[in-house]
């Protein structure tokens, strides 16, 4: 039976073979009990919404005895809510628009729970599709991260992920002036005005890591 000693064994044990799928898996995590065929292995959301890898087999069998029926009743009622809350909201529209205010229930769903749910699944697509498709400048990260310039226009910059991996330190995503990174822009404009300070920049090693990882892709038989 699970503990939170042999769990966390199990899980640092299973991230090492394992961690190079993590990107997408980590990002759709709390969405109920997944099984990935093609990765043998079983992700069952934990309390602190963190991810348990289980290896298939007896294990997985244990595990669905003892919290599965838990794990289906949470998904079931997981959409719950969200349908409440449209259903809230968009009553909420047409009973202002009914009496003279300047709204109305499609109006206000759309800026109030469907905007959430964009912005809400376009984060979360930097942890799991920025790990799948993109291109990786860097590959001393340990990792599948991307840079990808369709998830960059989606969350306004966060998408250069493969930058960010490789050095969290800064405050930009975009390393480069032709990797668009409107927050950073954003950013900057307020530290001209003193609201804030402290940005940080890239260091000169990180460009150089860069530009020899260039010349060594580019270099006959690599």
């Not at 990174?181 to 940005?199: A, H, N, R």
Request: some cysteine.
């Amino acid at each position: 039976m699970f503990n939170q000693e042999n769990t966390q064994a199990l899980r640092l044990q299973l991230l090492d073979q394992f961690g190079h799928h993590l990107g997408f898996l980590r990002a759709k995590g709390g969405c109920g009990f997944v099984h990935d065929q093609d990765l043998g292995v079983a992700v069952q959301p934990l309390a602190d919404h963190d991810l348990l890898l289980v290896a298939t087999g007896e294990v997985v069998d244990d595990l669905l005895r003892t919290v599965g029926t838990d794990a289906e009743v949470a998904d079931r009622r997981g959409g719950q809510f969200p349908l409440l809350a449209a259903a809230v909201t968009y009553g909420a529209g047409a009973w202002l628009g009914a009496h003279g205010y300047d709204t109305n229930g499609p109006q206000l769903l759309v800026w109030g729970i469907i905007s959430t749910v964009v912005l809400f699944h376009g984060t979360g697509c930097i942890n799991s599709l920025a790990h799948v498709f993109g291109t990786k400048r860097f590959h001393t990260t340990g990792d599948e991260s991307r840079n990808s310039l369709i998830l960059t226009l989606i969350t306004l910059g966060e998408g250069w992920h493969n930058n960010h991996h490789r050095y969290q330190a800064t405050t930009k995503q975009g390393f480069y002036w032709w990797e668009f990174d409107p927050t950073y822009y954003g950013l900057k404009v307020m530290s001209w005005m003193g609201l804030i300070w402290g940005l940080k920049g890239v260091p000169a090693s990180i460009y150089e890591e860069a530009a020899k990882g260039k010349t060594e892709a580019s270099a006959p038989g690599a």
